[in-house]
């Protein structure tokens, strides 16, 4: 079951609610008055919180607008990372927010997806009270969050009025995200109600910010984390040194044991295997020469079907390129050259005709040009001698066996 509890400081009162696997547990609301501190006060309220156990459990903050101012930042510099935006906003915080309160702290600053960068002023002097009284009543101030930025978290997508003493702004959140902080004269507060408060009725608004607050997480734009104490830094690196000790003694035994526990299973998985090693390279053979067999069986066929492809492409082209007054009266053709007889008006001429057919290569005239009357019309024959250009085979395939 997650328990979280938050906790707003508002102006003139502290509101808090525990949640219980999201449902309402528990509320808590103390007035405010100048005579008594805030530290009191919040030792007041989170002494009646419920607890489970003697460990100390998690608080998350929200401060109001009397505590914490939110701006968006016009016309900074783009850096690459944020560490360098963050420290350029904490030395120039007098020039780019209106202080109202001594000591302030400035948490990392937040780029949304649109580019804009927003940063966040704390007071300082309310953040040690909070973290006091957290530590007296046994709790742990996990993070301290702006109500503004905790608000976009619960209000997704709306423009909501946030009321605080005698201040009062307008949000606009689009996704999550804060959009747009206006500062208005007056207003009552315009806030969606989450379905865990409703049961509350007409206080559930004063509510808002701490539920928001709880249902924070380290993680959301304008949180602050505080440091953690010294004893409890002290207790977290012991138990990191004695994770280490644990983990190298570990490392230490299996360095030792793991070698033999390995040449003990290596002799066991080879001896098994032994066995079905001879049968093994006995079938190996045999399917080596098999596949050699057909590797030369499709060599034979691709090398056949190839040739076949290209003397019928070379009769085509020959076709296509002789004129119509031409005859091929015989032909010959291997596979490294060939020959044929024409009978053209002018034989010669086929020579030029022969050079756009790219399955003949060399072609020449070979023997003598006769003349001949053939039908009333005079006609040379020629022999002619060419060569068929060699390619790769592209169906050949690798008889490598594996040995």
Same mark, same amino acid.
């Given at each position: 079951?997650?328990?979280?509890?938050?906790?707003?400081?508002?102006?003139?009162?502290?509101?808090?609610?525990?949640?219980? =696997?999201?449902?309402?547990?528990?509320?808590?609301?103390?007035?405010?008055?100048?005579?008594?501190?805030? =530290?009191?006060?919040?030792?007041?309220?989170?002494? $009646?919180?419920?607890?489970?156990?003697?460990?100390?459990?998690?608080?998350?903050?929200?401060?109001?607008?009397?505590?914490?101012?939110?701006?968006?930042?016009?016309?900074?510099?783009?850096? #690459?990372?944020?560490?360098?935006?963050?420290?350029?906003?904490?030395?120039?915080?007098?020039?780019?927010?209106?202080? $109202?309160?001594?000591?302030?702290?400035?948490?990392?600053?937040?780029?949304?997806?649109?580019?804009?960068?927003?940063?966040?002023?704390?007071?300082?002097?309310?953040?040690?009270?909070?973290?006091?009284?957290?530590?007296?009543?046994?709790?742990?101030?996990?993070?301290?969050?702006?109500?503004?930025?905790?608000?976009?978290?619960?209000?997704?997508?709306?423009?909501?009025?946030?009321?605080?003493?005698?201040?009062?702004?307008?949000?606009?959140?689009?996704?999550?995200?804060?959009?747009?902080?206006?500062?208005?004269?007056?207003?009552?507060?315009?806030?969606?109600?989450?379905?865990?408060?409703?049961?509350?009725?007409?206080?559930?608004?004063?509510?808002?910010?701490?539920?928001?607050?709880?249902?924070?997480?380290?993680?959301?734009?304008?949180?602050?984390?505080?440091?953690?104490?010294?004893?409890?830094?002290? &207790?977290?690196?012991?138990?990191?040194?004695?994770?280490?000790?644990?983990?190298?003694?570990?490392?230490?035994?299996?360095?030792?044991?793991?070698?033999?526990?390995?040449?003990?299973?290596?002799?066991?998985?080879?001896?098994?295997?032994?066995?079905?090693?001879?049968?093994?390279?006995?079938?190996?053979?045999?399917?080596?020469?098999?596949?050699?067999?057909?590797?030369?069986?499709?060599?034979?066929?691709?090398?056949?079907?190839?040739?076949?492809?290209?003397?019928?492409?070379?009769?085509?082209?020959?076709?296509?390129?002789?004129?119509?007054?031409?005859?091929?009266?015989?032909?010959?053709?291997?596979?490294?050259?060939?020959?044929?007889?024409?009978? =053209?008006?002018?034989?010669?001429?086929?020579?030029?005709?022969?050079?756009?057919?790219?399955?003949?290569?060399? &072609?020449?005239?070979?023997?003598?040009?006769?003349?001949?009357?053939?039908?009333?019309? #005079?006609?040379?024959?020629?022999?002619?001698?060419?060569?068929?250009? #060699?390619?790769?085979?592209?169906?050949?395939?690798?008889?490598?066996?594996?040995?």
């Amino acid at each position: 079951m997650t328990t979280r509890l938050g906790l707003e400081v508002r102006d003139r009162e502290l509101c808090a609610v525990m949640l219980r =696997s999201g449902t309402l547990h528990w509320h808590g609301r103390v007035e405010l008055a100048d005579s008594v501190p805030l =530290s009191e006060s919040l030792t007041q309220l989170l002494a $009646t919180a419920p607890r489970r156990g003697l460990v100390r459990a998690q608080l998350r903050v929200a401060l109001g607008l009397g505590t914490a101012q939110v701006k968006r930042l016009d016309g900074l510099p783009s850096l #690459r990372h944020r560490s360098q935006m963050t420290q350029m906003v904490r030395e120039n915080a007098g020039a780019l927010f209106l202080r $109202t309160f001594g000591a302030a702290v400035i948490p990392e600053v937040h780029r949304t997806g649109d580019g804009q960068c927003w940063g966040a002023l704390l007071d300082r002097a309310a953040l040690e009270m909070v973290v006091v009284a957290a530590q007296h009543c046994r709790w742990r101030v996990v993070l301290v969050v702006p109500t503004i930025s905790a608000l976009a978290r619960v209000h997704v997508s709306e423009v909501l009025v946030l009321s605080d003493g005698a201040q009062h702004v307008e949000l606009t959140t689009d996704r999550g995200e804060l959009r747009a902080v206006r500062r208005v004269s007056a207003g009552a507060a315009q806030l969606t109600i989450p379905a865990p408060l409703r049961e509350l009725g007409e206080d559930a608004v004063a509510f808002v910010g701490a539920y928001a607050a709880a249902l924070s997480a380290r993680n959301d734009p304008l949180a602050w984390t505080p440091e953690a104490s010294p004893a409890r830094a002290t &207790a977290i690196r012991r138990a990191k040194l004695t994770a280490w000790s644990a983990a190298l003694a570990v490392a230490c035994a299996a360095a030792v044991v793991a070698p033999t526990l390995r040449a003990a299973l290596f002799v066991r998985r080879e001896g098994a295997s032994a066995i079905h090693t001879r049968a093994t390279e006995l079938e190996v053979a045999r399917t080596d020469a098999e596949l050699l067999r057909a590797m030369q069986l499709l060599n034979a066929v691709g090398a056949f079907d190839a040739s076949r492809g290209q003397l019928t492409r070379m009769l085509a082209a020959l076709g296509q390129a002789i004129p119509e007054s031409t005859a091929i009266v015989a032909l010959r053709v291997d596979s490294i050259e060939g020959s044929f007889v024409g009978v =053209s008006p002018h034989v010669a001429d086929l020579l030029a005709e022969l050079g756009s057919v790219d399955q003949m290569a060399g &072609a020449r005239i070979v023997g003598s040009l006769t003349r001949e009357t053939l039908a009333g019309a #005079r006609l040379e024959r020629a022999t002619f001698r060419f060569r068929r250009p #060699r390619a790769a085979n592209a169906h050949s395939i690798p008889t490598t066996t594996r040995r």
